[in-house]
């Protein structure tokens, strides 16, 4: 059983495109993440949800917008895709408290073309 | 803005031999992880040392902590090609604060 997955893995789109990225966890945790890593591989926290609750929301466009019908499941919609926005999408989750290591989904690679 | 900074950039060695990769950091932490990543796969947690730790082991994993210099590092034993993956270290400041990362080191073992 996969523990934290993400659908799709590969996602090629043209600019001005709407897209969303659907993140679900099996592991009972009650927080989970959106991280972006660029081409040079940094990784950036965009948005952290606690019991579907939008705790973080770092300096992202508001053409992101997430959404958490429940505590498993963080999505990711994407409107008016550009070229910058090409990148590896990651979900993860922990559990709540301090000190817990996070479990991170396969990863979305999206193509903006 | 980025927390860790982790040295090398990259790393290559033979299999048998050590690694060793560091990271700095800049602010008060409560924790500090070490992940790895396999090419085009997710993150793997490897490690987790809280601030009051000073050194932690895992197999062949031994993470140390220097909260006075803000530093730790993390040393692979007897590398194997396996081990062949980027490394990152990330912060934990505590509350409701995530996990930031660092740019991570690309560790290369060669067979």
């Known amino acids: 059983d996969t523990a934290v997955s993400q659908t799709p893995k590969y996602l090629v789109t043209q600019m001005g495109n709407d897209k969303s990225i659907k993140c679900e966890q099996n592991?009972?945790?009650?927080?989970m993440y959106w991280y972006k890593q660029d081409s040079k591989k940094f990784l950036k926290i965009m948005f952290s949800?606690?019991?579907?609750?939008?705790?973080i929301n770092e300096t992202v466009p508001n053409r992101f917008s997430p959404k958490s019908p429940d505590k498993a499941h963080l999505n990711l919609h994407i409107n008016s895709l550009e070229l910058g926005d090409s990148a590896v999408y990651f979900c993860?989750?922990?559990?709540?408290?301090?000190?817990?290591?996070?479990?991170f989904g396969s990863g979305t690679r999206l193509t903006v073309v | 803005s980025q927390q860790g900074e982790e040295d090398p950039q990259a790393l290559s060695i033979q299999e048998g031999e050590n690694a060793t990769m560091n990271c700095s950091y800049k602010?008060?932490?409560?924790?500090l992880q070490w992940y790895r990543q396999n090419s085009g796969r997710g993150l793997v947690h490897l490690i987790l040392i809280r601030s009051n730790e000073r050194e932690k082991h895992s197999g062949r994993l031994r993470v140390t902590l220097d909260t006075s210099k803000k530093s730790s590092s993390l040393l692979i034993t007897a590398s194997r090609a396996a081990d062949t993956a980027s490394y990152f270290c990330?912060?934990?400041?505590?509350?409701?604060?995530?996990?930031?990362f660092g740019k991570g080191t690309r560790l290369s073992v060669i067979a």
């Open positions: 990330a912060t934990d400041a505590g509350g409701n604060t995530p996990l930031v």
């Open positions: 592991l009972g945790h009650d927080t």
């Open positions: 993860a989750s922990s559990p709540s408290g301090q000190g817990s290591g996070y479990t």
């Open positions: 949800y606690n019991n579907k609750e939008l705790i």
């Open positions: 602010t008060s932490i409560n924790n």
